[in-house]
């Protein structure tokens, strides 16, 4: 199945890009999205406990099932005052 990730702030930066498109299998959950695009942007390893996700704008556990088509934002920590 094909889903797409939105990266922002410090993700967007270490891949270089806003969104990408992944291929995941039948059943993938947000913990195995996370792990491909950690595996394809090896920048982003050792951020995954800081971060929250989210599927269809709704937040969701990384241990949610995915669908084709789905929208996947891994939200970074937010700073500032």
Do not use: C, K, Q
């Not at 969104?19 to 982003?44: F, N, S, Y």
């Not at 995915?66 to 996947?72: A, M, Y």
């Amino acid at each position: 199945m094909r889903v797409r990730v939105r990266l922002f702030a410090s993700l967007r930066e270490a891949v270089g890009r806003p969104e990408i498109e992944l291929d995941l299998p039948a059943g993938a959950t947000a913990e195995a999205a996370w792990e491909a695009l950690a595996r394809d942007h090896p920048a982003l390893t050792g951020r995954r406990p800081r971060l929250t996700a989210a599927i269809n704008r709704r937040y969701a556990t990384f241990d949610t099932p995915l669908s084709e088509g789905d929208e996947v934002v891994f939200v970074p920590p937010v700073s500032g005052g």
